[in-house]
C-alpha cells in the first residue's frame, strides 16, 4: 500500500515564505520520480516541480522557477518544496504525487497522489 501525505500549507502574505512536506509510506523511495502539482479553483492539475531517482535538482514550472525549491530525503522518505517569493497566483491545493515507472514527468499521470494541502497567499 502506498499512501503519500501533504503537510505545511497554510495562509502566507504575498512575498512570504512556506514550506511543503509530504511524508510517503513507500518501502523504498529511490526508484520513484516524485512531484509537486497544484490544483486552483476551477482549474486543472498543474505542473509545479519534481525530481527523478537519484537526482540533486529538480524540474520546474517556468511560473515558479528561481522561487521554489523541491528536495527529497529518500531516508526519510520525505519530499519537500520550499516557497519564497510567494504570489497570490500560487494560491491552490498542493499535491505529492509519485511514480516508479517512466513517463512524461510533467503531467498529471503519476501513479500515487497524496490528498493536497491547502496554500493560500494573500496580497
Known amino acids: 500500500q502506498v499512501q503519500l501525505v501533504e503537510s505545511g500549507g497554510g495562509l502566507v502574505q504575498a512575498g512570504g515564505s512556506l514550506r511543503l512536506s509530504c511524508k510517503a509510506s513507500?518501502?523504498?523511495?529511490?526508484?520513484?520520480?516524485m512531484a509537486w502539482f497544484r490544483r486552483a479553483p476551477g482549474k486543472e492539475r498543474e505542473f509545479v516541480a519534481a525530481?527523478?531517482?537519484?537526482?540533486?535538482?529538480?524540474l520546474y514550472e517556468d511560473s515558479v522557477k528561481g522561487r521554489f525549491t523541491i528536495s527529497r530525503d529518500n531516508a526519510k522518505k520525505t519530499l519537500s518544496l520550499q516557497m519564497t517569493n510567494v504570489k497570490p497566483e500560487d494560491s491552490a491545493v498542493y499535491l505529492c504525487?509519485?511514480?516508479?515507472?517512466?513517463?512524461?514527468?510533467?503531467?498529471?499521470?503519476?501513479?500515487?497522489w497524496g490528498q493536497g494541502t491547502q496554500v493560500t497567499v494573500s496580497s
Open positions: 504525487a509519485a511514480q516508479k515507472l517512466g513517463g512524461d514527468i510533467r503531467e498529471p499521470n503519476y501513479g500515487h
Open positions: 513507500i518501502r523504498n523511495t529511490r526508484p520513484y520520480t
Open positions: 525530481i527523478s531517482p537519484g537526482a540533486v535538482d529538480g
